[in-house]
């Protein structure tokens, strides 16, 4: 599934899934993996899903901490990201990797112990439907660990407003929920989850070097913008050029912030 809105809406070839991956190992989603990870408090032996597993990077850390008595299932829709997975867990005979819809799972109910749902559901129109199927394999007492983003209140120091606006509505388009963390604890717990907290997980970069979220965020942006016929070859090096001077003059910032919602089965 896609995760994020440079690639949302696009078809995964081998290349572009590199190039996503490469953006999952920046130490900004590393550092996101890893408050994850933290959050679902797994035990050897557990069962667990990652919904939205993309390159594996997050379903080979979750079964590395269960174990080989354990089970952890990983779900895309993207064979291209799937293909990344087996090869990145292919050694861990405790991961399962599939191409399932997470709002019709194949799964028996009460079934997982932790569900790992990262920047999955901003994509999905029937949000109370997804939950609920998210609710319903979930074992009562299981957790479940949902992480989303405000691109809404993405901050960028440009000095091509009206441009970065143009670009940012474009994504509005591609995602049903942009700004999904503000109505998510209600979904959550009308969905049948309690305990519900949330903790909130800046990405901030202060230089625009090759490697660091933001530089790959704006470049992937600006392509997409540009492919689909949004804004020009000579907007698009326009924008980056005036990221490219920000950072020269010290004065580069971006921020966004995601939220990570973590709630239990009643």
Not at 125 to 135: G, W
């Amino acid at each position: 599934m896609p995760t994020d809105p440079v690639n949302a809406g696009v078809t995964f070839d081998a290349k572009t899934a590199r190039s996503v991956e490469r953006g999952y190992m920046t130490p900004e989603i590393a550092h996101q993996r890893a408050r994850t990870l933290a959050a679902l408090d797994l035990q050897t032996g557990d069962h667990v899903l990652d919904v939205g597993c993309g390159p594996g990077l997050l379903v080979r850390e979750m079964a590395e901490v269960i174990g080989l008595s354990g089970q952890a299932t990983g779900i895309d829709t993207s064979t291209a990201m799937l293909d990344l997975a087996r090869e990145r867990c292919g050694d861990l005979p405790q991961v399962t990797l599939r191409d399932d819809d997470l709002r019709a799972l194949p799964t028996e109910a009460n079934h997982f112990d932790a569900i790992a749902c990262t920047q999955v559901l901003l994509f999905i129109e029937d949000l109370a439907a997804a939950l609920n199927e998210l609710a319903r394999v979930l074992k009562p007492g299981g957790r479940i660990a949902v992480l989303e983003t405000d691109w809404r209140g993405c901050i960028l120091n440009t000095d091509n407003n009206a441009l970065t606006r143009r670009m940012f509505d474009t994504w509005d388009d591609v995602a049903v929920s942009p700004n999904l963390p503000v109505r998510l604890h209600p979904l959550l717990r009308d969905a049948g989850f309690s305990d519900i907290e949330v903790e909130g997980i800046p990405i901030i970069n202060t230089t625009y070097e090759k490697g660091n979220f933001s530089s790959g965020f704006v470049r992937g942006l600006a392509r997409k913008c540009k492919d689909r016929g949004v804004i020009s070859d000579t907007e698009a090096k326009t924008w980056l050029a005036d990221f490219e001077q920000k950072d020269r003059d010290d004065a580069y910032f971006f921020c966004v912030n995601r939220y990570l919602f973590t709630a239990v089965k009643a």
